[in-house]
């Protein structure tokens, strides 16, 4: 259910719990029906998550993700050019 994944994954990242807002971001990256919250922003909440992590080469992956999703994301756009930087 997409509006449930998007509310749980916000929820989960306002409390700072990223394994279950990472599950429910990775559940709405794969929905086929439409979402509040965009695919985009998924992929770059989990690469923001995978940055925190510490496994860059993750969040280059899914940031560069996000922009193929939506290439007008200007987040996703700063963080990749920060990691690649």
Do not use: S
Request: aromatic fraction near 2%; include cysteine.
């Amino acid at each position: 259910n997409g509006p449930i994944a998007a509310e749980l994954a916000e929820v989960a990242l306002a409390l700072g719990q990223l394994e279950p807002a990472g599950r429910a971001l990775r559940a709405i990256t794969m929905l086929r029906t439409p979402c509040p919250m965009p695919k985009a922003v998924a992929y770059c909440h989990l690469g923001t998550i995978a940055h925190a992590q510490g496994d860059e080469k993750r969040a280059v992956l899914l940031l560069k993700r996000a922009l193929d999703e939506d290439p007008t994301l200007d987040v996703a756009r700063e963080l990749l050019g920060q990691l690649a930087g």
